[in-house]
Each structure stands twice: as C-alpha cells, then as structure tokens.
C-alpha cells in the first residue's frame, strides 16, 4: 500500500522550501517598496503553517519509497506546490479567481510558459520574480531539487528520479543519485549565472537580466515586458538567449562530461545531439531561405530571427523576437514540428524530445530492413548499447499517449467554440510546455485569459502530464496500482 507518512514528510519538507522562496521574493518587494510584499508575507506563513502540519502527519514514516509511492508523491508535489504557489497571485489581487491563479502557477512549474496576464507590465516586481522563480525551480524538477539539497529526505531517490526525469533513458553520473543531483544543479546554476551575467553586460538592468536568465535556462519563456525580448531590439541580447537556450536544451549530464570534464568529442558522437544540432541548422537554413525570399530580410537578420525561432520552439522556450503570427505559413509548419520534436532528454526543455526520436527511426529502418531479411537480428542501438525491447514498447506506448492528449484537448476546444488551428496548437503548446502558440495572442478574438476556465483547468492538467510525461500522471488511474500487491 501507499506510505502516506513518508509522503507527507516530503511533503513538508518541499513546502517549507517554497516557503523560503516566497520570502526572497519579500525580499524584492521590499526592495522595490511595491504593494505586494503584504501577499508575499502573508502566503509565506500559510504554506509555513501547513509544511509543518504536513510533516506532523509524517513525523513517524520509515524514510523508504517503494515504486508506487515514488509515482504518488512525485504527482502530488507538483499538484500541492501549484497549489500554494498560487497564493501570492490571489492575495495580491493579480489574479481574481482561483482558475487563473492556478492555471499561471502551473504554467510556471510547468516550464510552459503561457499566461492569463495580457499586460505584465503593470504586475509588481515581487510577482515578477515569483513568475521567474518558478519557472527556474520546476525547470529540473521539484522532487529532484530535494534530492539535491536533502538527499537524507527520500529513501527510494531512485525512483523518485525515475517518475520526475524525462526521457527514456535515465543516465547517472555517479553511483550516489543525490552526487549526480547537486553536479546537474550546479550545472543550472552556473549556466544560469552566465547567463544573467551576460545580459547585463549587454545591456539590461539587474532585475531584468535576473529575471531572463532564470526563465531563459528554464526554458520557460516568461517575461517581464509584453513583448518579449523583442522589447529590447538589441541583437546581442537576442544572440546571448540563443546561445543559452540552446545549451540548456543538450542533456545536462552530457554536457558535465563534455564540458566540464573536458571530453567534448563526447557531445559530437551522441546520437541524440547530433539530431538535435542538425534539426535546428535545417530548420534555420528553411526559415532563413523564406524570410530572405518571401519577407525582404536582410542576410544578418533573417539569420538572427530565423535562428532564435527556431532555438525557442525546439527547446520549448516560447520567448519572441518578432512576430512570427505575419511569417508565411511554411514557417508555422516547421516551427509546428519543432514544437512537437523538443530538445534532448535530462534537459529543461519538454516535447516528444530527441532521443524518442532516434529511436523511433532507427526502429523504422530496423523495420524496412526486417522486410528484406525475415530472419535478421536487428537490434536497436544508441550510442553503441542496445535498447531493451521493452523501450521500444514503451516508446510507441507514450507516442499514442501523446497524440491522444494532443487530440482530445484539441477536441474539447472546438466544442468549446475555439477555432481548429488554435484548439491544435494550444494543445500542443501545452503537451510540450512550450506556452505561446504561433500567434502571440493565441488567435485573433481570444487570449489565455480569455478562455472558458474549464478549459484553463484541462490546460493546466494537460501542462502537469506533459511535464512529467503522462505515464508518471496516468498510472495513478489504473486500478491495479491501488492494488496492495
């Protein structure tokens, strides 16, 4: 059966860490004397108060997860911290129903990015970081985070890594998962830092270059201007979110033994980067080719636009440079397919991801192959190992899931009145945590905020599965998983 003390335990311990940083954000909103630091007090003591009646409950739980309480406690983290994330929102007043506050907090856990605020402009800047400051806590993952910095908290870390992680394969860089924790979050951190740094040398103040950078190597694309990045019309900046958005899409483990092992020929054999580089030269080379011929681009910054699309889209950022709604239909399509694609597994970035996709073609080929030779053994074979059987199920199994996701919140949405290419790409968007859909406004007559909240609340389910890639959410409906045995 569930260990519900072990998970109560966890879970107060994560709530008092949520906690912590709702009082950074006290921090800023005192800072900048804005109207929000009331909100920020008064939810920091509410999720206080209730992480500590969380781990009452679990004061007696033996510090052992079986697999069936990884699943629970990994799926009721992210539920429980949307859930009191949302507090600064409605105490403040930026948020006035709990349908928007919830469906903003989980975007922003979510790393999906996209928002019921059609002017954040007008938002204090506590509420500003909090958005920012979300989006870089759930870019690793919550659970994972712990695992990190209490590793003593989660007996069956293993598991627990297993149901958060993304991608098929799951790669350690040390026996210890919670030594291979810390190394992936000072990864983050460090990208995170150089990031934040090179903006500011470039041209943004601190508080925009802290708030960028977060979003940026979270790849979740919330910002603190309505237009984007494209507010600042600078090509260095927009050159600088490439660079970094670019690497916190490349699996983090392989860029700790390629980069900071210095074993760089490392990255250049993977099968999953070599995908992912050649993806985006190709689509860059298409896009670049349509704005030079069709859009009266000049050379540089056809190069520049077509390339930060391109980078956005596939690493699930969703940040813009222009606006990609006038760009001819060609474009939608490509950066459609980027959307779905993704970056590389054990990165930040969301979508089917590249390595499903080297997989997937290598087990077509396998299959063409297959018809020419019946009784050939063909084994499917990534970076020099064969992949299980069992992964090649498990590969079409999560693809079906993923399409069915995609088509029957599609569906809803039509019945709902939104219109078929939106309803489409809104639920995509969502399934990769990619946020904005190819028009900044979604569609000409309705924003995020603007649609019918059962929607939102499909939407932020839609965002949670896709995050922790649906079979982490869907086995807790199974019956046999309440089954004792």
Known sequence: MVNWHIISKIIGSLLFIEAFFMAWCVGVSFYFQEDDTLAFLMSMLITFGCAFLFLLMGRNARNSLNRHDAFVVVTAVWIIFSFFGMFPFLIHGSCTNITDAYFETMSGFSTTGSSIFDDVERLPRGILFWRSLTQWVGGLGIVFFTIAILPSLVGGS??????????????????????????????????????????????????????????????????????????????????????????????????????????????????????????????????????????????????????????????????????????????????????????????????????????????????????LHPNAVLPVKINGMSVPQSRIVALFAFFTLFMCMILVTAAIMIVSGIDTINSIVIALSCVSNIGPSLSNDIGANISWSGMPDYIKWALSLLMLMGRLEIMTVLVLFTPSFWKEN
Request: net charge positive.
């Open 158 to 371: 293993v598991k627990v890594f297993a149901a958060e992680a993304t991608g098929p394969i799951k790669a350690k860089m040390h026996p210890r998962l919670s030594t291979t924790a810390k190394w992936i979050w000072s990864i983050y951190l460090l990208l995170t830092i150089g990031c934040g740094v090179a903006f500011w040398i470039a041209g943004m103040d601190w508080f925009d270059a802290m708030n960028y950078s977060m979003t940026t190597t979270a790849t979740g694309g919330f910002s603190i201007h309505n237009d984007s990045l494209s507010y600042f019309n600078d090509a260095n900046i927009d050159y600088i979110a490439i660079l970094f958005e670019f690497l916190a899409g490349i699996n983090f483990t392989l860029l700790y033994v390629s980069i900071f092992k210095g074993r760089v020929k490392d990255l250049f054999k993977n099968s999953e980067f070599k995908l992912y580089i050649s993806i985006v030269l190709l689509a860059t080379a298409g896009i670049m080719t349509v704005l030079l011929t069709q859009m009266d681009y000049n050379l540089e910054q056809a190069l520049r636009q077509g390339l930060f699309q391109v980078v956005s889209f596939m690493t699930t950022t969703g940040v813009f440079s222009d606006d990609v709604a006038r760009w001819p239909h060609i474009t939608w399509i490509i950066l459609g397919g980027l959307m779905f694609v993704g970056a590389c597994a054990g990165s930040t970035s969301g979508g089917f991801k590249c390595i499903r996709a080297v997989m997937t073609l290598k087990t077509l080929r396998n299959n063409f192959r297959q018809i």
